[in-house]
């Protein structure tokens, strides 16, 4: 057994997770195993992701829950990607009991995203309606279906090659964040005076990140696409996976269906889809033709370190006040909802919400779990100073605590800074979460 190694800075190094990492002479076999289990909730059911719920009348497309482990011989780790609005620590925890006593493997090794469908049911009390939104038979099940998803994943580990790469598409997405003439911002979808408008708040971020997992015989076994744009392009109707279906269909009818792709989102709080493209198929397919592009180009290895890392953080909360000018300004027809929402903010005794951040390394790529709606030009930051080769920025995973906006968008205002459930963090949030993954992947880069 080799000596373990000190804790450095709150940091929790999961279980072997360094054993050859410090004896590069012993090498590692890589084994990778996929799986997608059908979440579709039932015609009838709510729909998130709007101010006011609304009733699901068809199913568009299916809601996938889709895992993938990877194991060296020394280190396990999970990706499971959710089509979903969100998903909180609490299911999670659930999941991560099932997937434990099925397969041995700890919650803390695995990252679970939701793919931020506009079109998919309620999963949190912390969003518009989410109150009386849950379908408590469905939501019932979500845990044992996502722990099932992880451990077939599991149970179909074979050796496997690993690699990373990058491209680019800026036809996709577009900043929602109008800049207006008196400094103020204004989301699009609100339709701000036209003549008031003097650009745009921020920038997009057009990086295509792929993961690539390959059988021996070359063939694709699973790719992983992160792309930072709201997963909300439309056009579909009823219960929707929205774009992310689309593209990750790309990629498994190369295959003719025996691959397994998923979409992870990147820091995409403000935003949207559609720029010179529009509608979920469309954007869908033009993103998963570029990730495409890339798993062509991306070569593998079978001898790959993997190495994860969790960190438990308090995130300050704001004060809640009454913003009834901003609202009757950029959205008067909120403004019931937005009183409600003030309400259920008052009865909050708290001053922080405690959640988390994860870094899990693949090599040299390593993706970093934010918990929300996390502002583009924060992700940028943490993809810019990151020690990694390639870093991967995936929000709304492990945990939901809303809109993390830069401090800069709280003085410009905008739909994302309006005080309600899915928008209670202080300004200084995003600079926190930015210098906590940076420090951890400082510190498991050099593990």
């Known amino acids: ?34 799986a997608k289990v059908d979440i579709t909730p039932p015609v009838g059911v709510y729909l998130a992701g709007g101010l006011r719920k609304r009733v699901a009348e068809t199913v568009g497309t299916p809601l996938y829950a889709k895992a993938l482990v990877l194991d060296n011989g020394s280190t396990q780790i999970g990706l499971l990607a959710l089509d979903l609005l969100v998903i909180e620590k609490e299911t999670i925890a659930s999941a991560g009991e099932l997937i434990k006593a099925q397969t041995g493997m700890n919650i ?37 279906k996502m722990a099932e998803a992880v451990s077939s994943a599991y149970r179909s580990l074979k050796e496997a090659k690993v690699g990373a790469g990058s491209g680019c598409e800026k036809s996709i997405s577009h900043n929602r964040r109008m800049k207006m003439n008196d400094g103020t911002a204004w989301n699009d979808w609100l339709r701000p ?10 920038p997009i971020d057009p990086e295509v990140g792929v993961l690539k997992v390959e059988n021996m015989d070359g063939s694709t076994l699973s790719a992983i696409i992160n792309f930072s744009c709201h997963n909300n392009a439309g056009g579909i109707g009823g219960i929707s996976a929205d774009f992310a279906k689309y593209a990750t269909e790309v990629i498994e009818k190369v295959e003719g269906g025996k691959s397994v792709a998923l979409f992870m989102p990147g820091a995409c709080g403000n935003i949207g889809a559609g ?17 495409l592009k890339i798993l062509v180009k991306t070569s593998t290895v079978e001898d790959v370190k993997l190495l994860t ?10 004060k809640f006040d009454w913003q009834l000018d901003e609202i ?6 909120g403004e019931d909802v937005f009183r409600k929402e003030l309400e259920f903010l008052k009865q909050v005794k708290e001053d922080h919400i405690s ?35 390639r870093t991967f920025v995936v929000e709304l995973a492990n945990d939901y605590v809303g809109y993390i906006p830069t401090r800069v ?31 951890m992947l400082e510190n498991i880069k050099t593990s």
């Open 108 to 144: 803390e090794n695995i990252m679970v995203s939701a793919s931020h469908t506009h079109s998919g049911p309620y999963t949190s009390t912390n969003i518009f309606d989410g109150e009386e939104g849950i379908d408590e038979i469905w939501f019932s099940a979500l845990p044992s």
């Open 193 to 202: 005076p036209q003549d008031h408008i003097v650009g745009v708040c921020g």
């Open 328 to 333: 009757r300004k950029i959205w008067p027809s």
């Open 355 to 389: 959640t988390y951040i994860q870094v899990i390394a693949i090599g040299d790529t390593a993706f970093v779990s934010v918990p929300g709606e996390m502002f583009v030009e924060l992700g940028l930051e943490i993809k810019r100073k990151s020690p990694f080769e």
């Open 409 to 439: 968008a709280f003085e410009e205002g905008g739909y994302e800074t309006l005080n309600a459930r899915s928008s209670k963090v202080a300004p200084e949030t995003g600079e926190i979460v930015v210098e906590n993954a940076l420090s």
């Open 1 to 34: 057994m080799y000596p373990p190694l000190p804790l450095q800075g709150g940091d929790y190094f999961l279980k072997h997770a360094y054993n050859r990492s410090i004896f590069e002479e012993e090498k590692m076999t890589l084994k990778a195993g996929v």
């Open 309 to 318: 890392t969790r960190r438990e953080i308090d995130l300050p909360l704001r």
């Open 275 to 291: 720029g010179v493209q529009s509608g979920a198929q469309k954007v869908g397919k033009i993103l998963g033709a570029e990730a």
